[in-house]
């Protein structure tokens, strides 16, 4: 064999072997860390984009105050998080959250604890409760420390994740 052709055979195999370290790290990468997930704007955000910017006039109260005849809240909408769009039936009497499996809604992050927040209904409310997490618990913005009502479509965030109760 002439040496030409022996130096190519030893380059072919160095790429070879190169390759395959390559593939074995991007597989240990995609195990640890997942896959890359894209996600497409939504129509709205694609509306929004397209339509001219206009000054949004303030609003006093965003969220709606139940009326004595409204029925309760029977979902749970995660808006934004991990779980983004996903959609609970509400249980009839508790719903507790947390990083625990035993928790009713489990959300897996580094801001929530184990057993993090109570959701409970009394009558046609429904009452959220800290569960002395150490991040705390937020209703649109405002650290809950006691038990308080939660009125529909009200922001509450545990953690990264935003979520709130719809009819």
Known sequence: MSELTLLLLRIGFLILMWAFVFAIVYALRSDLFGTKVRRMPSAAAANAAAAPVSTPRPVSNPVPAPSAGDPPARRLV????????LELDLPADELTIGRSSDSGLVIRDDYTSTNHARLSRQG???????LDSTNGTFLQGK?????????????????????????
């Open 124 to 130: 046609d409310q429904w009452m959220l409760e800290d």
């Open 78 to 85: 995660i808006t934004s998080g991990a779980k983004e769009g």
């Open 143 to 167: 650290r809950v420390s006691s038990s308080v009502v939660v009125p529909l479509g009200a922001a509450i965030s545990i953690g990264t994740t935003t979520f709130e109760l719809r009819r």
